[in-house]
């Protein structure tokens, strides 16, 4: 008799709705171990991204299975808003997905429609095969995988902050994420995400989102503004990425022991 599953709890059962706030961070390097030491941290959610790091759907799938251990919700943002390549993330087993560069409320539905199986959406169906029905050891998969599915849409640009009432409306949404560092190249601030015109639509998306009951997220990588959106009402935040803080963490342990103003005694790569 086949070992039966239970899909574990979904990140949009602890967003909102009393619930503290969750924290999280990104996980980009797509090695596993590094994911398990992030995993470890003490984090409520861990964020898997597939569009601006290294992740392969190897990499997610042997991600998703470390960091399974351990109590915290691994969340994974796909590449782009495509059916196709939603269904592969899907069948790895992802449960908690954010879909990019969603500009309105015809883009969302979309993003509805390719985590549901019809008659309800255009999901293909390859549960027999597919590690996110675990092979079909998750009795009705089915016709429960959408119960399972926690679907976030992210918010960054200037058409989707117009549009954001609509997008975190969209039947079938579970929340939007704020990217501030594409809004702020839309809005004409390249590399600017604290720039006060950014961080003011970004505080009306976490207004606009807290009135229609809809759980807002939003990635801030500097405490004060991470505090400031904590206190405007977001519901989730991502403070921190591996890379990022092993770059600054790197560059700090060198600065404490190198002469000030040293080069590396090391040849100078080439550049690419």
């Known amino acids: 008799m086949p070992f039966r599953v239970e899909p574990s709890a979904d990140f949009k059962s602890v967003l909102g709705n009393g619930h503290r706030a969750q924290v999280g961070m990104w996980a980009c390097t797509g090695n596993p171990l590094l994911a398990e030491i992030c995993a470890g941290s003490g984090f409520d959610w861990l964020l898997i991204d597939g569009e601006h790091s290294i992740n392969s759907l190897e990499s997610i799938s042997t991600q998703l299975q470390v960091v399974a251990a351990y109590p915290i919700h691994p969340v994974v943002r796909v590449p782009a808003n495509d059916t196709v390549m939603i269904k592969q993330y ?15 409320a015809e883009q969302a539905a979309q993003a509805v429609a390719a985590v549901r199986y019809p008659p309800h959406g255009v999901r293909g169906v390859g549960s027999a095969l597919a590690r ?47 990217g501030p560092s594409d809004l702020a190249a839309s ?14 639509a970004v505080e009306h998306c976490i207004r606009v989102a807290n009135e229609l009951g809809v759980p807002v997220g939003v990635n801030a990588f500097v405490e004060a503004t991470a505090r400031r959106y904590l206190d405007a009402g977001a519901d989730f935040i991502a403070v921190g990425a591996d890379v990022a803080m092993l770059a600054r963490a790197s560059e700090a342990l060198a600065a404490k022991f190198l002469p000030q103003g040293s080069e590396p005694s090391g040849s100078t790569p080439a550049s690419y």
Not at 140 to 147: D, H, T, V, W
């Open 90 to 104: 899907l069948d790895l087993g992802v449960q908690n997905l954010i879909v990019p560069m969603v500009d309105n």
């Open 132 to 178: 996110g029905s675990r092979w079909n050891r998750i009795e009705g998969y089915l016709q429960r995988a959408e119960e399972t599915i926690t679907l976030l849409v992210q918010v960054e640009t200037a058409e989707a902050v117009a549009n954001v009432a609509e997008i975190a409306g969209t039947e079938g949404v579970s929340g939007i994420f704020i």
């Open 187 to 200: 809005m004409g601030h390249l590399g600017q995400q604290d720039h006060p015109e950014v961080a003011g």
